[in-house]
């Protein structure tokens, strides 16, 4: 590695509308995975290859990414942000500028990227040898280079398309397709490698995307635009399905940058501290994850690969299977969850969908744990509750 400063960027100014209702209140990149922001993953990849100064654009919840990783010292990196946004009647008012707008902000402000730099979404959990993939970018003479994968046919509409010649130059890239439209099964990773002439082909002061307004562009003009083909791992949490799967590849230990947090107290459970549970008289099978302070009563049942955070009450009879709950809170007695993603006051089901249990009036079946008002439900709550383990699981599918 060379001693000089290498420079990157992460995206972390988009409002997540597909991770929701999770980015609501967290935004994308600061989404947990087994308690450590997905951010946090990238730092760390970036540190590992030498890149050392690292900026980051925020707009959407900025303070949220500001406040938890600061200036990059306790991550081995220098961070510096750039807000996107205004402030209207005292409030921060999210407005971002598109990927390659925040780009331009960056070097109009000053001239920061001065040689080849790195650009990542900041919404997937990678394990990429960057220093091989920044070795072939320069190897071909690119101005910019995407590192991409193959998927499935059937999943292509969610990413961008990329279709190359046989030296790897990329000759069109469709913006998220139909499937039927789509001309390859070769996607847009959001792993990027630039030279600072991009610059050049990016307007001042507009919104601005690298993927539908840049990539095309540069495509029509016959640039040095390359693919660099990779295979890694990478496990996108850009919906909620795709997070919903990435808790379970970790749970299985099919990630090799994240190891499952807190003691192994039994084989394939993992527990923070102070869990307080009687595992005799608790049906579990891993892997399970469960946050410290949480409490799980007897006769609760945990079928991994599963996800309880911190500070949670699981009641009696409940069944959590498949299924990831976050920090503070209650599922109440005989409440079933199956695959399903429990967030503040609304249950998820894996493909998405769904319901505000506080609207729905349902809020103590499951419900904040740190509130006192609470009191124990009736018979016919009790016999409703039920009758809603299978409902609760249908409603939200």
């Given at each position: 590695m060379s001693e000089t400063p290498m420079k990157a960027m992460i995206l972390a100014a988009g409002k997540g509308t597909r991770v929701q209702p999770i980015t609501h209140v967290i935004p994308k990149p600061m989404i947990p995975i087994?308690?450590?922001?997905?951010?946090?993953?990238?730092?760390?990849?970036?540190k590992e290859h030498g890149f050392n100064e690292v900026m980051v654009n925020v707009s959407h919840l900025a303070e949220e990414i500001e406040n938890y990783f600061r200036d990059g010292q306790r991550f081995g990196v220098e961070i510096a942000y750039s807000f996107e946004g205004r402030i209207e009647d005292g409030e921060l008012i999210g407005s971002a500028l598109g990927s390659a707008g925040g780009l331009k902000k960056i070097q109009d402000f000053q001239n920061f990227f001065d040689d080849t730099f790195v650009v990542?979404?900041?919404?997937a959990l990678i394990d990429l040898d960057l220093t091989e993939a920044v070795r072939r970018h320069r190897e071909k003479g690119a101005l910019a280079s995407l590192v991409t994968k193959r998927v499935p046919k059937e999943q292509v509409s969610s990413y961008g398309v990329v279709v190359t010649d046989a030296e790897d130059r990329i000759s069109h890239f469709q913006e998220k397709p139909k499937v039927e439209e789509a001309l390859s099964d070769t996607i847009n990773t959001g792993i990027y490698i630039f030279e600072p002439g991009i610059f050049d082909h990016i307007p001042s002061?507009?919104?601005?995307?690298?993927?539908?307004?840049?990539?095309?562009?540069?495509?029509?003009l016959g640039a040095p635009f390359y693919a660099i083909p990779m295979d890694f791992e990478w496990v996108d949490i850009g919906k909620v399905p795709d997070y919903w799967q990435a808790i379970r590849s970790v749970l299985l230990g099919d990630v090799r940058q994240v190891g499952i947090p807190g003691k192994e107290i039994q084989p394939g459970v993992y527990t923070g501290l102070n869990v307080a549970a009687n595992w005799d008289k608790i049906n579990?099978?891993?892997?399970?994850?469960?946050?410290?302070?949480?409490?799980i009563e007897d006769g609760?049942?945990?079928?991994?690969?599963?996800?309880?955070?911190?500070s949670c009450h699981i009641c009696e009879g409940a069944v959590i299977d498949n299924s990831i709950i976050f920090d503070y809170s209650r599922i109440g007695a005989g409440v079933q969850l199956v695959e399903k993603l429990v967030f503040g006051r609304y249950c998820v089901g894996k493909d998405g969908d769904?319901?505000?249990?506080?609207e729905a009036?349902?809020?103590?079946?499951?419900?904040?744990?740190?509130?006192?008002?609470?009191?124990?439900?009736?018979?016919?709550?009790?016999?409703?509750?039920e009758l809603l383990g299978t409902e609760l699981t249908q409603a939200a599918s």
């Open positions: 087994l308690q450590k922001p997905v951010m946090e993953f990238l730092l760390e990849l970036l990542l979404c900041g919404d002061g507009v919104s601005f995307d690298i993927g539908s307004d840049l990539f095309p562009k540069l495509a029509e579990v099978s891993g892997p399970v994850y469960v946050g410290g302070m949480t409490k609760a049942t945990i079928v991994g690969p599963a996800m309880i955070g911190p769904h319901f505000d249990l506080q009036a349902l809020d103590w079946l499951i419900t904040d744990a740190r509130r006192q008002d609470l009191v124990e439900p009736s018979p016919q709550q009790k016999a409703m509750a």
